[in-house]
């Protein structure tokens, strides 16, 4: 398996990525802990992982205008 990013939160480990292991899987982590990065370098990274998501998924319908209209009903 790859290497694999993680943040450690209420005394376990969770992974920032999906894992493809099995329930149950026993593993051994190597804990390396990673500096913060500077604010420049985490916006391009979520602007990356954003564009992955609307490649994969496409962009998520926006429900304000309906929302509107049917409140605008019971008026």
Known sequence: MAQIEA???G???KPLTEVKLP???RVTIDVQPV???DLGTWLVRVQERHRRFIEEHGYLPDSTPGIAEDRMRDI
């Open 35 to 37: 500096e913060p990065e």
């Open 7 to 9: 943040i450690y939160q």
């Open 11 to 13: 005394g376990v480990f």
């Open 23 to 25: 329930e149950n899987q």
